[in-house]
């Protein structure tokens, strides 16, 4: 009877190890809110800022391991406070070449947060969606949804959560 617990308590710590090694999650944000200025390439608002380092915290146990935005300063400011807490670069992507993106994503290893833009967040989630329900676009007043987007062996979950949830 004790070699039979002992093997089902072996078995479980096995599988659910397994398991952990073959998750990973990306989370997929639209920049923090932005100066309301007529420059093309504005830096963030005081509400960016706070949204900006309030991500960091929801990210703060999350692992992550790579950070990904495009060049504007929007994004990379979006991303700033969650690079320096990890200590790890952002790398820039293309917003214009989603499927580059998306193959770097499958490839690369544990959780990675992925920094973009009202039009590129949506159509960047719905690649991990398969059959599923897509998103849309956000409306440019929207900034508080955080798309999780939870890669396993078996297939893909994608849950879009707003900064609330956590």
Same mark, same amino acid.
């Given at each position: 009877?004790?070699?039979?617990?002992?093997?089902? #308590?072996?078995?479980?710590? +096995? +599988?659910?190890?397994? %398991?952990? /090694?073959?998750?990973?999650?990306?989370? #997929?944000?639209?920049? =923090?809110?932005?100066?309301?200025?007529?420059?093309?390439?504005?830096?963030?608002?005081?509400?960016?800022?706070?949204? =900006?380092?309030?991500?960091?915290? *929801? $990210?703060? /146990?999350?692992? *992550?391991?790579?950070?990904?935005?495009?060049?504007?300063?929007?994004?990379?400011?979006?991303?700033?406070?969650?690079?320096?807490?990890?200590?790890?670069? #952002?790398?820039?992507?293309?917003?214009?070449?989603?499927?580059?993106?998306?193959?770097? $994503?499958?490839?690369?290893?544990?959780?990675?947060?992925?920094?973009?833009?009202?039009?590129?967040?949506?159509?960047?989630?719905?690649? +991990?969606?398969?059959?599923?329900?897509? +998103?849309? &676009? $956000?409306? &440019?007043?929207?900034? &508080?949804?955080?798309?999780?987007?939870?890669?396993?062996? %078996?297939?893909?979950?994608?849950?879009?959560?707003?900064? =609330?949830?956590?």
């Amino acid at each position: 009877m004790k070699n039979l617990l002992l093997a089902f #308590i072996v078995s479980l710590l +096995f +599988f659910s190890c397994t %398991e952990k /090694e073959n998750s990973r999650v990306i989370y #997929i944000v639209r920049h =923090a809110e932005k100066e309301a200025v007529q420059d093309p390439d504005p830096e963030l608002s005081p509400e960016g800022e706070e949204r =900006a380092a309030k991500l960091a915290q *929801i $990210l703060k /146990e999350q692992d *992550i391991q790579a950070i990904y935005s495009t060049d504007y300063k929007r994004t990379q400011l979006t991303a700033q406070p969650t690079a320096a807490q990890v200590g790890i670069g #952002i790398e820039s992507y293309d917003p214009r070449n989603h499927d580059a993106l998306v193959e770097l $994503l499958k490839k690369s290893e544990g959780n990675s947060l992925v920094v973009g833009h009202s039009n590129t967040v949506s159509r960047l989630a719905n690649y +991990f969606v398969g059959e599923g329900e897509n +998103f849309e &676009d $956000l409306q &440019d007043s929207e900034y &508080d949804f955080i798309y999780e987007v939870h890669l396993h062996s %078996e297939g893909n979950t994608v849950l879009r959560k707003v900064y =609330a949830d956590y």
